[in-house]
Nanobody, 123 residues
Framework: QVHMVQSGGGLVQAGGSLTLSCAAS????????MGWFRQAPRKEREFVAA????????YYADSVKGRFTISRDNVKNMLYLQMSSLKPEDTAVYYC????????????????WGQGTQVTVSS
């Protein structure tokens, strides 16, 4: 079992930066791949980034590659998403998630989800 609580969302101007955090509990965190997804109004939840169990491999959506960085600290049971050069189209509710198997890029591959946090980017 993995339980997650998110923080770090807010309002930022275009071109600015934010870092999202996800605090996890449960003994399985350190051996579980993790991901970030986002959902804008009237749109389906979409893949943003993922990281394997030890942080050695990362994966990004084309829309955020070069601007966002996913990382984890297995000692502290923390997952992070560093966001820079933010654009208005990045505005969405962001969710962290723990993988159960399958493709890193599909939401159906994740079994446990954080509560979501709003990120709003103004122009």
């Amino acid at each position: 079992q993995v339980h997650m609580v998110q923080s770090g969302g807010g309002l930022v101007q275009a071109g600015g930066s934010l870092t999202l955090s996800c605090a996890a509990s449960g003994r399985t965190f350190s051996s579980t791949a993790m991901g970030w997804f986002r959902q804008a109004p009237r749109k389906e939840r979409e893949f943003v980034a993922a990281i394997n169990w030890n942080g050695g491999s990362t994966y990004y959506a084309d829309s955020v590659k070069g601007r966002f960085t996913i990382s984890r600290d297995n000692v502290k049971n923390m997952l992070y998403l560093q966001m820079s050069s933010l654009k208005p189209e990045d505005t969405a509710v962001y969710y962290c998630a723990a993988m159960r198997g399958g493709s890193y890029f599909n939401r159906e591959s994740y079994a446990y989800w954080g509560q979501g946090t709003q990120v709003t980017v103004s122009s």
